[in-house]
């Protein structure tokens, strides 16, 4: 444990605290397979996975990073095993109840991107009791991707713009980027520096696709619950060194 704390205070020193990512993106990735390769339930992986979610948290938090926004379930997840979504369902709920006062302690803000309606009556009652709690806070905004799908969420903003239209609260010829972005999930968010994804998986799975144009990708073979500070300050030191030219020269 000391060897890996003196690396990540090496890390962090070289890290340079003025061109941070304003915000990070993570497809948590592996959790299954690191599971499997210990001969353990799926849902062992899952339980895991929720020490590094509380572990990356506070990193982001501590360093300065504005905005984290985490995939934790999409759209396409629904398809899995029902007692595997139950007990996703339930690591939410232990998660919030369990983590909520320090979160708000530490002026992190929650916040849900996705359709909360399909979610069972308990885990629905946690995140909006989590929103509510922490509405006011801004030192970080964790952005959480609960039955989120990029394509479900372009599709639901079109819907609510030609609703807009067809009230005459919007003109056509007003429509452009920005005014489109506001009717993401996103909102007026500014759009990921940093896309991380675990695992050795080389997608993004229907993530944010209208919000990462410009993002840039690192991807690792890490498993998510193997994932740590370590591992996270090693992809803000690949991304600073990167030249980011949107498109320019």
Same mark, same amino acid.
């Given at each position: ?72 379930? !999409? ?45 069972? !009556? ?72 940093? /896309? ?35 591992? /996270? ?17």
């Amino acid at each position: 444990m000391a060897k890996n704390t003196d690396i990540e205070r090496k890390l962090i020193k070289e890290i340079d605290k003025t061109n941070l990512p304003n915000h990070i993106a993570i497809i948590m990735d592996g959790n299954g397979r690191w599971a499997k390769k210990r001969f353990l339930p799926r849902t062992a992986g899952h339980r895991e996975g929720v020490k590094r979610v509380r572990e990356i948290v506070k990193a982001c938090g501590d360093l300065g990073i504005k905005y984290l926004t985490l995939y934790a379930f !999409s759209t396409e997840n629904w398809k899995r095993p029902k007692d595997e979504i139950d007990s996703l369902m339930k690591l939410l709920v232990e998660y919030l109840k369990k983590e909520l006062n320090t979160l708000h302690k530490n002026n992190v803000k929650i916040n849900i991107l996705g359709d909360l309606e399909k979610l069972p !009556s308990l885990p629905k009652q946690e995140v909006f009791n989590a929103i509510e709690k922490t509405r006011n806070n801004n030192k970080l905004i964790l952005n959480i991707a609960l039955n989120y799908g990029g394509r479900d969420e372009i599709i639901r903003a079109i819907k609510l713009l030609a609703k807009n239209v067809k009230d005459n609260k919007i003109q056509l010829e007003d429509i452009n980027e920005e005014l489109f972005k506001e009717f993401l999930y996103t909102g007026s968010q500014p759009d990921p520096d940093l /896309l991380i994804r675990t695992s050795g998986e080389l997608r993004i799975s229907n993530f944010l696709i209208y919000q990462i144009a410009y993002t840039e990708f690192y991807f690792t073979d890490i498993y998510w619950p193997q994932f740590t500070k370590e591992h /996270l300050f090693k992809a803000i030191l690949d991304y600073q060194n990167r030249n980011r030219r949107f498109g320019g020269i």
